[in-house]
């Protein structure tokens, strides 16, 4: 307890109640947008590809831009619908199957002679399908999107087997795999990071600047509240799970024409490593929380890290450990802050009032 | 303690005494599970006589064992309304370490490698408790994060290692091979683990509080629950049976390395909720979950020996988590209508 006699003056208001000066104000304007959560991953992605170029040799280069870029993209790509899902509480743990699902019906159909343009425009489908029967079963049945993409998971990659088996097809179009890796000029930047680029703005306009996305925010706080203010919650979850079943085919379609290859096995593992990437851009897993600025430099933030320390010669299998550390880093870094700040906050009020203890008002 | 604490006397469920033992069996939640299973051997094996020889039963018997005793420990941590993602990284780390002391300590004893695999296990379930219940961050992004954190540490360590069948000592091999009673030893240790656990949860208080805990943190923590302790605790139990489950893995398969049990942990899951254990927390048991975990692996055998083609298989198994989360949504619906009429037959 401080001593009474140092307490500041404090100013009584007419009902009785009194003011704490000291009380920080939540920020605005500018230091909002200098000081928030998404700027510090873009410092942090600065930080870190500055670091690269002076530390790693042969880093700072075109050939790193072109490189990096063309590992991030299907993680990139996946991420953005899957941002907009998890803001609304939800997870689709099933994108990497149905991008493997994409790949094994494209290999299959090419196979069998069809026009390569039909063939993509079938395998896409296919990802708008199987979007849907996710966000069939978790909007309009009502059941935990854990669960059933847990079931869907196995379910589309399933099917991918049973489309393909073991088979590899690989003889795709050879202008049209050298255009997945061709560059744009002397840049360094892949050509179809100019697809991926409307992908990211598609998305970042839809949840920042239309009342859909807006409204996806509230459906994260409280599906009740939500339903009261007049959103359609199950249409909005039915349409985000045909996004992410969407985009998870073109990214599909582009793992299976950068690497030249349509297998069955295409792209597995690589759910846990968008949620990783996209909860490490700091949307919360309970919803309600997030932004796409702050999940593209959190990809990239992984992507710089993994390329610089693979130059570096640090050994690739090792990597995943810094995924994992950022990601709980990310986490738990926030409930330190949080703990710390409300150990002040009392603090604070102890000091300045200090009759409130003895009333029980600052225990709450 | 916990056994300072008071409750209410009307916390014994008046309704309870209406049910008659039969009807309780019929509203199991482990019983459509246990019939698919049922229905399942007793088709396969009209279809293929051979599927219930004895040779047939023991490799089903195995491997189920792994995937129950690891079923089994999610199988807490979700009724808790939590989820452990890094099974499969524990796993893959006890295997390779119970692989290696073999191979460098010179004459070590088993029963030690089993101490050692499971404290390594319970410590590492250590790590994802501690971090859940300080941080108060949920255990999905903490266990994704240990994940990839423990899989790093092993192939740090492995490198390209493998450690073979030849590198341990035939007495271990066997536990895996010999049989006792028509069950494989290692089976016989699933079924303590099952038996013990679920004996536990029914029956013991702290086991109880999972449930309440499950159900609504909240209301368990007004009630006075020690929430952080018995999530704590439920966190190193699931670590100690994934590091049972490595050091028995060790014992089954031939090799170990870098990569051993990736991937695992979505089955684990997968075979909880199949056995009815609902992923938001609350409801479910052990048995239940032990039987999901050898519906799921018995269905492979079953496909095989029905010679259905085996890329058909794990779309099977898709479409069967799907039905086991819309059977179990359909009888939760019904139980909630059953309460709210005989609620209002009371008022």
Known sequence: MSDPVKTAPVPERVDGTTVLEAEPKGRTGWARVLLGRDAVMIYALIVVIVIAMIAVPRFASPVTTGFLLLDVIPVLLIAMPMTLVIITGEIDLSVASIAGLTSAIMGVLWQAGFDIGIVLVISVLAGVVAGAVNGFLVAVVGLPSLAVTIGTLALFRGLALVVIGDNAVANFPPELTAFFTSKLGATGIPTVMVGVVVVILFFGVLLHLTPFGRGLYALGYSQEAARFVGIKVARAKLWLFVGTGTVSALAGVYWTLRYSSARSDNASGLELAVIAAVLLGGVSIFGGKGSIPGVVAAVLLIGVINYALRLGRVSDVVLIIVTGSLLIASVVAPSVFGAISKWRHDRRVHRELPQATTSGAASA | ?347
Request: proline share 4%.
């Open chain 2, 1 to 347: 303690m916990t056994t300072t604490e008071t409750r209410p006397p009307s916390a014994a469920q008046p309704e309870a005494k209406r049910n008659s033992p039969l009807s309780a069996v019929l509203r199991a939640r482990e019983l459509p599970v246990a019939l698919a299973l049922v229905i399942l051997v007793t088709v396969t094996a009209i279809a293929n006589p051979l599927f219930l020889s004895p040779q047939g039963v023991k490799d089903l018997l195995l491997n189920a064992t792994i995937i129950v005793i690891l079923a089994v420990g999610q199988a807490i941590v979700i009724i808790t309304r939590n989820v452990d993602l890094s099974v499969g990284s524990i796993l893959g780390l006890v295997a390779f370490m119970t692989g290696s002391l073999f191979a460098n300590v010179e004459g070590i004893p088993i029963p030690v490698v089993f101490l050692a695999g499971l404290a390594l296990g319970a410590v590492l379930g250590a790590i994802n408790g501690l971090l859940v219940t300080l941080a108060k961050v949920p255990a999905l992004v903490i266990t994704l994060g240990t994940l990839y954190i423990y899989r790093g540490v092993n192939n740090a360590w492995a490198g390209g290692t493998q450690y073979f069948a030849g590198d341990r000592p035939d007495a271990f091999g066997a536990l895996s091979v010999d049989t006792f009673l028509g069950f494989p030893v290692i089976t016989l240790l699933a079924l303590v683990v099952v038996v013990v656990v679920g004996v536990f949860l029914a029956g013991a208080r702290s086991g109880r509080d999972l449930y309440a805990i499950g159900s609504d943190p909240e209301a368990a923590r007004v009630f006075g629950l020690p929430v952080g302790r018995r999530v704590f605790l439920a966190f190193v139990t699931n670590g100690l049976l994934a590091g049972l489950a490595g050091v028995l893995y060790a014992s089954r398969f031939n090799s170990v390395g870098a990569t051993t049990g990736s991937g695992m942990e979505l089955d684990v899951v997968a075979a909880a909720v199949v056995g009815g254990v609902a992923i938001f927390g609350g409801s479910g048991s052990v048995f239940g979950a032990a039987i999901g975990a050898i519906l799921l692996t018995t269905i492979t055998s079953a496909l095989t020996a029905l010679r259905v083609d085996k890329f058909w298989q794990q779309a099977i198994v898709g479409v069967l988590i799907l039905a086991a989360i819309i059977i179990d949504r359909i009888a939760s619906v019904r139980t909630a209508r059953k309460l709210r009429i005989s609620e209002a037959r009371d008022v």
